[in-house]
C-alpha cells in the first residue's frame, strides 16, 4: 500500500517546496528510512506553477543541456523555459536535482505528481 502526501506550492519559493518533496521521495520523514531503498510513496504537488521565484532569477539563472556532440551545448534562460515548458518543469528538474544520483532516482521521480 503506497503512502500518499500532498505539498501544496502556492506562496513557497522554488527550492523550499523542492527540499521538502525530495525528503519526503526519499522516505526520509519515515523512522524507517533505509538509503538503499526506493520508499512505497506517492508524492502529490497541488499548485506547481504558482510557488515563487525571487530576485532576478528569471532573467538571470540559467539552464544548461548538452547532447555530447562538439559545439551543442544549449543554453536557455529561466524564463525561456517557463514560456517553452512551464513552470511545473522548473519544479519537477528542481526536485530531481535534489535526489540522489543512482538508479534508485528514476523510480522516486516517477512516484512525484506535478498539479
Known amino acids: ?6 505539498i501544496d506550492a502556492k506562496g513557497k519559493s522554488l527550492g523550499r517546496v523542492a527540499s521538502e518533496a525530495a525528503a519526503i521521495l ?7 528510512f533505509m538509503p538503499n531503498i526506493a520508499p512505497n510513496i506517492k508524492l502529490t504537488i497541488t499548485n506547481g506553477d504558482k510557488f515563487r521565484v525571487t530576485g532576478k532569477k528569471m532573467k538571470q539563472k540559467r539552464y544548461m543541456r548538452h547532447s555530447t556532440y562538439p559545439g551543442n551545448l544549449k543554453i536557455l ?3 525561456e523555459v517557463v514560456d517553452k515548458k512551464g ?5 519537477k528538474k528542481a526536485v530531481d536535482g535534489m535526489l540522489p544520483k543512482n538508479k534508485l532516482r528514476k523510480i522516486m521521480i ?3 505528481i506535478i498539479k
Do not use: A, I, V, W
Open 77 to 79: 534562460r529561466m524564463e
Open 26 to 32: 526519499r522516505g526520509k520523514n519515515s523512522p524507517d
Open 87 to 91: 513552470k511545473e518543469y522548473l519544479l
Open 110 to 112: 516517477k512516484n512525484l
Open 1 to 6: 500500500m503506497k503512502k500518499e502526501y500532498t
